[in-house]
């Protein structure tokens, strides 16, 4: 008798609460207590992940397990950057300045064979304060022999020379190493102690002119070097970097202290160009990389058809 009262209390309890909770929930109500509600609906399947495996197929990784992603692929490795190297033919029969200022300095050809006149700028023996000048072979041209590229740009040198010197010729100018153990060429008989090393090129006075394109051209010279000296980096391996490290330190302060005295260097940049130039291609040639020469064959010239009289030949006739 118990259960049946329980029934009718409930019975006589529903319609309040039906009616408090609003007419959704009281047909929610019903849906499940007759079975037709969300419990009587089979439980959906997850749906794939478009381009994702699918379980069960071949390849397909078990269930529950993340396939792992795929490594990125290594970007490509550096590739050394070659600047144009310019010939012998570029100076040939111009006279050059040591720093811009003084002494001579003109490669002469004749043939095959290079020879160079050469004027050392210097200061007495006796008398450092005042100034003297030493023309090598008493004037005459001196035998120049050829040293091929080993730095990416023609050398050659004058070792049987009083001062025997290495001549590195760059875009418009030489650039002087003595050969012997010091840097300073003494004449004894002049009375006249020299220092041919240094840049020989132009006078300031015509380069000023050109400051600007000077300037442009040292920003890509300067990248070069920069990449070169990285790709040098990447290939060696453990101890050899150091070397390479020291050696592109070096390179700063080695330009600084050549270009330093070139005359109104601040007001042009020509020497530090012309140094930055050779040390990349000298880096792109060490790297195995010949560099081009100034001579670039010319492009061929397109020619214009000719024109055809009359109609379009390639025009289908029609009949009439």
């Not at 399947?45 to 994702?52: F, T």
């Not at 015509?206 to 790709?231: H, P």
Request: charged share 20%; proline share 12%.
């Amino acid at each position: 008798m118990r259960l049946p009262r329980i029934l009718l209390l409930s019975a006589m309890m529903l319609p309040a609460a039906l009616a408090a909770s609003g007419p959704a929930n009281a047909q929610n109500f019903f849906e499940e207590l007759f079975g037709i509600g969300r419990a009587a609906r089979p439980p959906q399947p997850r749906q794939p992940v478009p381009g994702a495996p699918i379980p069960g197929e071949p390849g397909a990784p078990p269930p529950g397990d993340v396939p792992p992603a795929t490594p990125a692929a290594p970007p490509p490795p550096r590739q050394p950057v070659v600047l144009r190297a310019p010939t012998e033919d570029n100076v040939v029969g111009q006279d050059l300045l040591l720093n811009g200022l003084t002494g001579s300095l003109k490669l002469e050809r004749a043939g095959t064979a290079v020879s160079a006149r050469v004027t050392l700028p210097g200061t007495k023996i006796s008398q450092p304060a005042e100034t003297c000048t030493v023309k090598l072979n008493a004037g005459n041209p001196i035998a120049l022999t050829s040293s091929g590229k080993p730095e990416g740009v023609a050398r050659f040198e004058a070792a049987a020379a009083e001062c025997p010197l290495r001549f590195d010729v760059l875009d418009g100018s030489v650039l002087a190493t003595p050969l012997g153990g010091s840097a300073i060429c003494t004449f004894s008989a002049a009375d006249c102690a020299t220092t041919p090393k240094g840049l020989w090129g132009p006078a300031a006075a015509s380069l000023i002119s050109r400051s600007a394109e000077f300037d442009s051209a040292r920003g890509t010279a300067d990248r070069a070097v920069y990449d070169n000296y990285k790709v040098m980096t990447q290939r060696v391996r453990g101890q050899d970097v150091r070397p390479v490290v020291q050696e592109q330190a070096a390179f700063s302060s080695d330009r600084e202290e050549v270009c330093r005295t070139y005359a109104r260097e601040g007001a042009h940049g020509f020497c530090h160009l012309r140094f930055t130039e050779a040390r990349a291609v000298s880096l792109a040639t060490r790297l195995g990389v010949t560099a081009p020469t100034a001579s670039v064959a010319p492009r061929p010239v397109r020619r214009k058809p000719a024109p055809v009289d009359g109609g379009n030949p390639d025009a289908i006739a029609i009949p009439d």
